[in-house]
């Protein structure tokens, strides 16, 4: 069964380095996304992205934030300067167009970021 | 603004016992509702969803679901719940009018099954 694909699984960085975490989507879905999910809270909505621009981002997902689809299969969420609060597990997640059935989003198994 | 909330943050249960999990969510707007779970070191995997149509939902691995649209809630259940549900289950809601579809999490509920 296909499945979302996300790497690195454990990413550790010092505050201010940029990272860069990947993800490929399964090969015939069009939206992506990224969630994000610090430890003992809710799970976040980040972006949406969809015909290679962003449809939807929440408020958390500022300027240090980007996301991009360099080929035809990998979907990246870079974080330019990283801060200590950006700790946390990020899922990507994909989805084919439409509604109903097809409505369903296929996680990733998450990449834990630690910032320290 | 949209929002959920499932009612415990942890359920023990013992082995075949029944078990329910609640969600409540707020909306001034329709909703499509889910339920995930996630198993330790995996991604959250979708156990079912209501769309419309039939309030009872059966998803996966015996669970079901019941949208109430005047108490605004989608509680999960099983009627005999195995060691291998141990798991975090997520509700969450998408707007059906949000083409991108982006989903609100509530904060997640441990269900620990013990033997």
């Known amino acids: 069964e296909p499945e979302v694909t996300q790497t690195p699984s454990h990413q550790v960085t010092q505050m201010g380095q940029e990272v860069i975490l990947r993800c490929v989507p399964i090969s015939n879905h069009l939206y992506f996304y990224w969630y994000r999910q610090i430890l003992g809270q809710k799970v976040e909505f980040l972006v949406s992205f969809y015909n290679n621009e962003i449809s939807e981002k929440s408020e958390i997902f500022d300027d240090q934030f980007s996301v991009e689809r360099p080929d035809g299969s990998n979907f990246t969420l870079k974080i330019r300067s990283t801060k200590l609060e950006d700790s946390a597990m990020y899922f990507c997640?994909?989805?084919?167009?439409?509604?109903?059935?097809?409505?369903?989003?296929?996680f990733g198994p998450g990449t834990r970021l630690t910032v320290t | 603004a949209q929002s959920v909330t499932q009612l415990d943050s942890q359920v023990p249960v013992f082995e075949e016992a029944p078990v329910e999990l609640r969600c409540n969510y707020s909306?001034?707007?329709?909703?499509?509702l889910f339920w995930y779970v996630q198993y330790p070191n995996q991604g959250l995997q979708l156990l079912l969803k209501?769309?419309?149509?039939?309030?009872l939902v059966k998803g996966i691995n015996g669970f079901e679901a019941e949208f109430n649209k005047s108490q605004t809630s989608f509680h999960l259940r099983k009627p005999s719940v195995h060691i291998s549900d141990t798991a975090e289950y997520f509700c969450a809601v998408s707007l059906i009018y949000n083409q991108g579809g982006k989903l609100i999490f509530g904060q997640g509920t441990e269900l620990s099954v013990k033997p």
């Open positions: 997640a994909s989805r084919t167009q439409g509604t109903g059935v097809s409505y369903e989003q296929y």
């Open positions: 209501y769309l419309s149509g039939s309030t």
């Open positions: 909306s001034s707007v329709s909703v499509y």
